[in-house]
């Protein structure tokens, strides 16, 4: 499973999760210790994630955060938790306080519902007031997940993720504006596109005018691109299922048993082509002679066949004609050595 789908599973399991969790501590180990484990820590490790992280400032002694990351010894990402039915107000927190007092880079703070990452974009050493990058558990995007993934501990760059903290900072900031600015048009916001179109002199009157139409004229091009989208995966939609319903059907009689091999080999071929197409289009078919891995569900767009039985593993590759080579597997990791020829064949269609 890759990273994706496994925030999207949390995602759906913490709905469930919170009629039980009662206190801040369970908030902890139910929403945030699992949260990070996504990421790739040990959250069982103190030298990895350290809880109640002590911060001292000044003459106080012994003030602790709930969670510090490690890397090399030293702490590179603090963490506060909150009881998930809590408001999240870094000016009450001792996140805010306790930055400056050591090495960590980044400050997250969080109630098991809402993530968010903080740094010190403004001032050095001293936490910003405005998180560069949040996000709700139960409504991720995709390009948050994206965003997200910078931290896992597989690829996490201290250099690399605080350079790019400054332009998440500011696109989330222009998106909140841009927003604000198409639900209920500002007087320069109106002025400049009235400008562009009115011959004469813009008063207050022209204003008042303008500022109604701007806003429908937005609001008509997000519909406008919401129905193209809709028109689009409608019509996908629609050629998938008819091509489905020409091809060769699949066999019913026996009853189709799908082993854990064969999940498995899927979960390989989906982690193989990842960085090549979305992993949503890649589905697996099992049949009685074979188990199939198919482009956007669609049997004429075979990717590989597992011929997996007790005593053999073996795959089914197609070249550009859709012919069919097969190869033994000595195990499932060898299904990595024919990368190069399965990105081929998604390649093609």
């Keep these: 499973m890759d990273f994706k789908d496994e925030i999207r ?8 999760l919170l009629p039980q969790i009662k206190t801040e501590e369970a908030t902890k180990t139910s929403l945030v210790m699992p949260f990070l484990k996504i990421l790739g820590y040990d959250v069982f490790d103190p030298f990895e994630v350290q809880p109640e992280f002590i911060a001292d400032i000044g003459i106080k002694k012994g003030e602790k955060v709930d969670y510090a990351i490690l890397r090399d010894e030293k ?11 809590d408001g999240l107000d870094p000016h009450n927190s001792q996140l805010f306080r306790y930055f ?4 960590a880079k980044f400050g997250l703070l969080t109630n098991g ?3 968010r990452f903080y740094t010190d974009l403004v001032t050095a050493n001293k936490m910003d007031e405005k998180p560069f990058f949040e996000f709700k558990i139960m409504d991720i995007k995709d390009n948050e997940v994206s965003e997200l993934k910078k931290f896992h501990k597989s690829v996490f760059d201290l250099e690399s993720i605080s350079s790019v903290a400054s332009d998440l900072k500011y696109f989330n900031e222009l998106t909140i504006l841009a927003n604000s600015e198409i639900q ?8 400049f596109f009235t400008r562009q179109v009115y011959p004469s002199v813009v008063t207050a009157k022209v204003l008042e005018q303008f500022t109604p139409l ?3 004229v937005f609001t008509q091009i997000i519909n406008d691109q919401i129905a193209e989208r809709l028109k689009s995966a409608l019509k996908k939609e629609t050629e998938v299922e008819e091509q489905n319903a020409s091809a060769v059907p699949i066999e019913h009689d026996a009853v189709i048993v799908t082993t854990e091999e064969e999940i498995d ?3 390989v071929v989906k982690s193989i082509l990842r960085k090549d197409i979305e992993v949503g289009r890649i589905f697996m078919r099992d049949n009685q002679s074979y188990c199939g891995i198919l482009l956007d569900d669609n049997n004429r767009k075979p990717i590989c066949r597992f011929y997996f039985t007790p005593n053999r593993l073996r795959i089914g590759l197609f070249d550009k004609e859709k012919k069919e080579l097969k190869y033994d597997l000595q195990s499932l990791d060898d299904i990595y050595k024919y990368s190069e020829q399965i990105v081929d064949t998604v390649a093609n269609y």
């Design 184 to 191: 209920n048009p500002s007087d320069e916001f109106v002025r």
């Design 214 to 216: 701007v806003k429908r």
């Design 9 to 16: 599973q949390f995602s759906k399991r913490v709905d469930r």
């Design 113 to 115: 519902i809402e993530y």
């Design 75 to 85: 702490p590179v990402i603090l963490i506060e938790c909150k009881h998930f039915a």
């Design 100 to 103: 400056h007092t050591t090495e």
């Design 265 to 267: 080999g899927f979960l």
